[in-house]
């Protein structure tokens, strides 16, 4: 049977590459986002893109366009969430701040709690809406979302951004213990990238940036294997692991670049 993925924010970037990669693997892919020139630029470029809406995550009318999506594609078998903005906002420009909360933190829980209910209400079937006789924990139902591990540690530069990153990891823990109470076979995969040369830090000097393809393989790997959480690559898991050591009245007093 042939598996099914919505991936979420497909006009550039990683998710772009995700739904490039999932294509390439026999997946079947519907893409979504903002841009419905890029999207369809994207599907005609790719075989296993079939299908393509525009959703913008902060608007109201998102949850019935994926719920369409879906459908079109004809079920689904891995949400994708790859939607996000964010600014280092050293001035405190208070339009920023917003607009980050409310596609990081409003848009993104009404698309994965879309997906998430959609998964739900297909209880016994497998994602794809065949029957499935295999035990649950083996039925291949996935949410995967990008995080980031600015998320581990508050950033006075980007503190919309740092918070609600945090915020969308702290939610998908909820999700897969609710899952569990639930009995549904739901898994959840919080994907947490270091700095990746994207649109969203154009132009920046930071350091270790990462290539959006090596960082879709990394993630469709991690996805494969299961993984409850992935930071990418190794050498953030590594600073990652000792900046969280620092305790919070030395953290609050270093000292970033804006």
Not at 87 to 100: A, F, R
Not at 206 to 227: N, S, T
Request: overall charge positive; glycine content about 10%; hydrophobic content about 45%.
């Amino acid at each position: 049977m042939t598996r099914k993925a919505i991936v979420m924010g497909a006009t550039s970037g990683i998710g772009m590459e995700v739904a490039k990669l999932l294509a390439e693997r026999g997946w079947q892919v519907g893409i979504a986002g903002r841009r419905v020139d890029r999207l369809e630029a994207v599907m005609w470029s790719h075989d296993g893109i079939v299908c393509c809406q525009r959703i913008d995550v902060t608007s109201a009318d998102a949850p019935d366009r994926l719920r369409g999506l879906i459908d079109e594609l004809g079920g689904m078998d891995l949400y994708f969430h790859s939607s996000g903005i964010g600014w280092q906002n050293g001035e405190l420009d208070i339009d920023k701040e917003l607009k980050t909360v409310e596609t990081n933190g409003v848009g993104f829980v009404r698309m994965v709690d879309t997906a998430f209910n959609w998964f739900a209400e297909k209880g016994g079937l497998s994602c794809s809406g065949h029957s499935e006789a295999v035990p649950a924990h083996s039925i291949p139902c996935r949410i995967a979302c990008i995080t980031s591990i600015a998320g581990t540690k508050g950033l006075g530069a980007a503190p919309a951004y740092s918070s609600t990153k945090r915020f969308q990891s702290h939610y998908l823990e909820c999700l897969t213990q609710q899952a569990r109470m639930r009995h549904l076979p739901i898994s959840i995969t919080d994907i947490r990238p270091g700095f990746v040369r994207t649109a969203l830090i154009d132009g920046s000097d930071y350091p270790l940036q990462l290539d959006a393809k090596r960082v879709a393989h990394d993630i469709v790997k991690a996805m494969e294997r299961g993984k409850a959480v992935k930071v990418i690559d190794w050498r953030y898991a590594i600073l990652v692991f000792f900046w969280r050591l620092i305790p919070r009245w030395l953290w609050t007093r270093m000292l970033f670049a804006k």
